[in-house]
């Protein structure tokens, strides 16, 4: 990510993960970073590992205190000119055998944690001339996974939201990425090997640097798209163009049928 000294840049998720590895490049390249977390132990460790990060404690499905968190933001660092949103949870298994609480917890908290976030932000960076907003998606958002429905059924939400906003407020300025990996070796991941292991078998996933280096091409490209990691185009490519041979083959895969 391009060093902009002065700057400011908004990192959700911050405290482990993709976020957490934004927040850090971002700090070391320049940029003054507001990291935001549910989780207070990770912020205090991460703000120990580098200078320039300053931590929020924020649920992000509280829309109220996502929109407190922004305000802070705009007057101890500045308005954000920069929003990477990764916060997440994952929750796998067989949809119609999820409670639809669960199934319902996901779609809050992915989608309804990114519309708090992006609807708290934009007004700020409108009024300072514009800004950039980098979503992360999911390449399961665009292929059905079994196993995977809840969470791609949000994730695919995602996308929808970050081709509307990127349309609405382009005149305002503000650009809108959508990063959509496959998995990525965080925690996250390391939780739904261990609770549905049948999901990904002996895939490994993308490093969190890899993902964040895809973000900085498509950044500077000017693109609203990104998909790291070998093959992870062509799977979406398939989706547009082949969708049932596609299914078919992933279906054959995971569930044997």
């Given at each position: 990510?391009?060093?902009?000294?002065?700057?400011?840049?908004v990192?959700?998720?911050a405290?482990?993960?993709?976020?957490?590895?934004?927040?850090?490049?971002?700090?070391?390249?320049?940029?003054?970073?507001?990291?935001?977390?549910?989780?207070?132990?990770?912020?205090?460790?991460?703000?120990?590992?580098?200078?320039?990060?300053?931590?929020?404690v924020?649920?992000?499905?509280?829309?109220?205190?996502?929109?407190?968190?922004?305000?802070?933001?705009?007057?101890?660092?500045?308005?954000p000119?920069?929003?990477?949103?990764?916060?997440?949870?994952?929750?796998?298994?067989?949809?119609?055998?999820?409670?639809?609480?669960d199934?319902?917890?996901?779609?809050?908290v992915?989608?309804?944690?990114?519309?708090?976030?992006?609807?708290?932000?934009v007004?700020?960076?409108?009024?300072?001339?514009g800004g950039?907003?980098?979503?992360?998606?999911s390449?399961?958002?665009?292929?059905?996974?079994?196993?995977?429905?809840?969470?791609?059924?949000?994730?695919?939400?995602?996308?929808?939201?970050?081709?509307?906003v990127?349309?609405?407020?382009?005149?305002?300025?503000?650009r809108?990425?959508?990063?959509c990996?496959?998995?990525?070796?965080?925690?996250?991941?390391?939780?739904?090997?261990?609770?549905?292991?049948?999901?990904l078998?002996?895939?490994?996933?993308?490093s969190?640097?890899?993902?964040?280096?895809?973000?900085?091409?498509?950044l500077?490209?000017?693109?609203?798209?990104?998909?790291?990691?070998?093959?992870?185009?062509?799977?979406?490519?398939a989706r547009?163009?082949?969708?049932?041979?596609?299914?078919?083959?992933?279906?054959?895969?995971?569930?044997?049928?």
């Open positions: 990510m391009k060093s902009v000294p002065g700057e400011v840049a990192v959700t998720g405290a482990s993960g993709i976020g957490r590895a934004a927040a850090l490049r971002l700090a070391r390249e320049g940029w003054a970073v507001a990291a935001v977390d549910v989780d207070a132990a990770g912020l205090d460790a991460l703000a120990a590992e580098t200078s320039g990060v300053l931590p929020y924020c649920d992000v499905t509280d829309q109220e205190a996502v929109a407190a968190v922004v305000r802070d933001v705009g007057r101890e660092l500045g308005p000119r920069r929003l990477v949103h990764c916060a997440a949870v994952a929750a796998m298994g067989r949809l119609l055998d999820q409670a639809p609480a199934t319902l917890r996901l779609m809050n992915l989608y309804g944690g990114t519309l708090h976030t992006v609807q708290a932000v007004p700020a960076m409108a009024a300072r001339g950039e907003i980098v979503l992360l998606g390449i399961g958002g665009w292929v059905p996974v079994p196993l995977g429905g809840g969470y791609g059924a949000a994730k695919a939400a995602v996308h929808f939201l970050a081709e509307i990127a349309a609405e407020h382009r005149a305002e300025g503000i809108v990425l959508c990063v990996p496959p998995a990525v070796e965080t925690p996250m991941l390391a939780r739904i090997r261990r609770e549905s292991p049948e999901l078998g002996p895939i490994t996933g993308l969190p640097e890899k993902v964040l280096d895809s973000m900085d091409r498509a500077s490209r000017g693109r609203a798209w990104a998909f790291p990691g070998r093959g992870t185009r062509a799977l979406w490519t547009r163009l082949a969708p049932r041979a596609l299914s078919g083959i992933i279906g054959r895969t995971l569930v044997g049928k």
